[in-house]
């Protein structure tokens, strides 16, 4: 079009045309698969919440004007922005170049130099270092912090993409030359003469395993924290809980009475009286919670942050004082030694801080006393949960739970709204709304990689329609169909250990930033960090087994080149 007398202007003006258009068509097809992937993330929220706070009535989803008008310009945007990289290359080709035959347009020659990349990813990195220690440090914003940290990553690992191709093809040349001859080189080669064009694909495959595997890890770890946390915390037998059942904030109680009607019950060796509710602290909420401090001792089901369990805990009893937990520490800047005012029924009072404890139950954070001590002060002796734990027979072993769940049915009767679980199933129970709440992250990382494996097949296919004649003289020579496609797909298992390697690394250094900046900011919860195999295991392998098959189509067409039609101009 330059050499029929198109100036830069009208190029300029066809490509951001073509962006836009582009754009368009993207955000509607996405606003419209955005849609029902609202109705299936509906699915799975309504069904967390109604497992912890209420039978759910959400059924539709709200689609609104602003909605769609927000969806349809960051689209339209995001896709003018990126063809700024294209509208350079397409400025700098030079007619007489470009018209010649046989001649190919380097790649190199359209875009910026090398360097240039690497200095930009020093720079992401150094963002992010700023927004982790500054942002989400200094100045208490985890989540602004924490994502920014994390954009910074996935661009600076992103960027260093051409480098790490320079880098880590030469390694594995001689390795794919042993095993796929004279393919294995030709295929590695053809990668490093595309870099910037298949750093694209990689850098997207990449992305999106990252958040996969930073998301595994966090939730594994969170997963493994919180389990060990109920391992210690829930060891009663049999938990008793008014009807609705274990449900933080509704308001249902028991009556105090019941504790003495079950203790009385065959079978049953202590009960755990437990009591929650939500009080005002300044113009928030917060926990309070209390029980038998002196049997949580005895059964070791209060998990301190630091400490001699023992002496704090009699501190609390002797002084009257609480416990607090450690993100209530973090929220509102309290520390053992201090005291807090809380608002009783008889005006407000101040409790003594002895120490900080591990709760994972509440966000808003938790105060923490003994039974005595709240009955005393706030003047009512209601049970939320009572934990009964069961004698042991002759054996040693415990009696049969079910046994006396049965019992203590029929002792109190009908008149009694009683949900009755075994401390193992309310365990199980605990984890499993967990695991709900994560399903719908995996949804929407599941859809980021089939978009970056598309965009792996994109890649190959640019690549393929460049090499034509190239491929069509490797025909001529004595090359085979199936060693055309074999070089193609070798292509894409490169495109993807590549991508799989980059997405470990930046998903690993993401995964650090959620646990200690995202979620300790967000909640003031700690998680024990935990890498293991398995979150690699069903992240790596269903991704590099896609990537194969995203260069099926790639592999197909370039094994069917016309020869005569390629070659009528050598």
């Known amino acids: 079009m330059r050499a029929l007398g198109a100036s830069r202007s009208q190029i300029c003006l066809m490509v951001l045309q073509e962006a836009f258009l582009l754009g368009l068509a993207g955000a509607g097809f996405g ?73 190919t347009i380097h790649e190199d020659s359209c875009f910026f130099p090398g360097y240039l990349f690497n200095v930009l990813a020093v720079l992401c990195f150094i963002v992010a270092y700023i927004f982790v220690q500054f942002v989400a440090g200094r100045f208490r914003r985890p989540l602004l912090g924490g994502y920014g940290a994390i954009l910074g990553v996935i661009m600076g690992f992103s960027l260093l993409c051409p480098v790490i191709i320079e880098r880590i093809l030469p ?17 590695a080669e053809n990668i490093r003469e595309n ?38 915390t829930l060891q009663a037998d049999l938990y008793l809980s008014a009807s609705i059942g274990f449900i933080r904030g509704t308001g249902d109680r028991l009556r105090s009475e019941l504790r003495e009607r079950v203790r009385k019950i065959e079978g049953i060796a202590q009960t755990a009286p437990y009591r929650f509710m939500h009080i005002n602290y300044g113009e928030n909420k917060i926990g309070l919670a209390s029980s038998d401090l002196t049997l949580s001792l005895q059964k070791n089901t209060i998990s301190l942050k630091n400490g001699d369990r023992e002496k704090i805990v009699q501190q609390v009893l002797d002084n009257n004082g609480v416990l607090i937990s450690e993100n209530l520490e973090l929220k509102y800047g309290l520390k053992p030694g201090d005291s807090i005012t809380l608002q009783t029924p008889s005006g407000e009072r101040a409790f003594p801080i002895y120490g900080l404890y591990y709760d994972y139950t509440n966000d808003l954070g938790v105060v923490y006393m003994d039974r005595e001590l709240y009955k ?8 939320s949960t009572l934990g009964v734990y069961l004698e042991s027979g002759p054996n040693g072993q415990k009696v049969d739970g079910r046994k006396v769940a049965g019992r203590i049915r029929k002792a109190l009767g009908k008149n009694e709204n009683l949900l009755i679980m075994s401390g193992q199933e309310l365990r199980d129970k605990a984890i499993s709304i967990f695991d709900q709440t994560f399903h719908i992250f995996f949804a929407l990382e599941f859809i980021a990689i089939v978009v970056a494996l ?25 090359a ?27 998903g690993v250094v993401i995964s650090f930033i959620m646990v200690y900046v995202i979620l300790k900011g967000s909640f003031g919860w700690t998680i024990q960090y ?9 992240s790596l392998l269903p991704v590099f087994i896609t990537t194969l098959l ?21």
């Open 480 to 506: 085979f169909k199936s060693q055309i496609k074999k070089m193609v797909m070798l292509e894409a298992a490169i495109m993807g250990l590549l991508g799989c390697l980059l997405g470990i690394v930046s």
């Open 195 to 232: 870099k910037l064009y298949a750093s694209i694909s990689i850098a997207a495959l990449a992305a999106s395993l990252a958040m996969l595997i930073s998301v595994g890890i966090m939730m594994d770890s969170f997963r493994g924290t919180v389990y060990q946390w109920t391992k210690q």
């Open 376 to 383: 005393k002060v706030w003047k009512e002796d209601y049970i």
């Open 171 to 187: 390694l594995i040349i001689p390795v794919l030359e042993k095993f796929f001859s004279f393919f294995g080189r030709f295929s």
């Open 550 to 570: 995203a260069g099926y189509f790639p592999a197909r067409k370039a094994k069917n080149i016309p020869l005569a039609e390629e070659l009528r101009h050598e």
């Open 31 to 103: 606003v419209f698969v955005g849609y029902f992937l609202a109705k299936g993330a509906l699915l799975l929220i309504a069904k967390t919440v109604t497992s912890l706070y209420l039978i759910s009535a959400i059924r539709h989803v709200s689609l609104t004007r602003e909605i769609v008008s927000k969806g349809f310009l960051i689209g339209i945007v995001c896709t003018l922005i990126s063809s700024a990289i294209p509208l350079s290359c397409a400025l700098k080709i030079r007619p007489h170049l470009a018209t010649g035959t046989g001649v």
């Open 454 to 478: 598309l965009g792996i097949t994109n890649s190959l296919m640019i690549s393929i329609m460049q090499r034509r004649r190239e491929i069509a003289l490797l025909r001529s020579i004595g």
């Open 530 to 538: 935990g890498l293991h195999y398995r979150v690699f295991s069903w």
